[in-house]
């Protein structure tokens, strides 16, 4: 069973920086496509970024491309959301997601497990 958690979301300041973590406690391997998505309330869930399989660039939404970078570690079964340059736009419950394909998915529904989410506060 895959169990995704999100940690690292708080209230801050717009312009600081933000580290979202995502912790995998399921018995799966670690070899995944790797995607974080955001929603606020009264609107669908939105495409942040992603990384494939064995993808190390990754992609990204236009809103956030140069700001947010994804990254990962299989080792400990970690992945994580470098937040810079925050603004009141991105206040937003933060989700990551996990796909069996190689991806990268900018389409929530290819993800088949994702965590709880964690709250993102941007005060301007």
């Known amino acids: 069973q895959v169990q995704l958690v999100e940690s690292g979301g708080r209230l801050v300041q717009a312009g600081a920086s933000l580290r979202l973590s995502c912790a995998d406690s399921?018995?799966?391997?670690?070899?995944?496509?790797m995607g974080w998505f955001r929603q606020t309330p009264g609107k669908e869930r939105e495409f942040v970024g992603a990384?494939?399989?064995?993808?190390?660039?990754?992609r990204y939404a236009d809103s956030v491309k140069g700001r947010f970078t994804i990254s990962r570690d299989n080792a400990k079964k970690m992945g994580y959301l470098q937040m810079n340059s925050l603004s009141s736009e991105d206040t937003a419950v933060y989700y990551c997601?996990?796909?069996?394909?190689?991806?990268?998915?900018?389409?929530?529904?290819?993800?088949?497990?994702w965590g709880q989410g964690t709250q993102v506060t941007v005060s301007s």
């Open positions: 399921g018995r799966t391997s670690s070899d995944y496509a």
């Open positions: 990384l494939g399989r064995r993808d190390i660039t990754g």
């Open positions: 997601a996990k796909a069996s394909g190689v991806g990268p998915f900018s389409n929530p529904d290819e993800y088949h497990y």
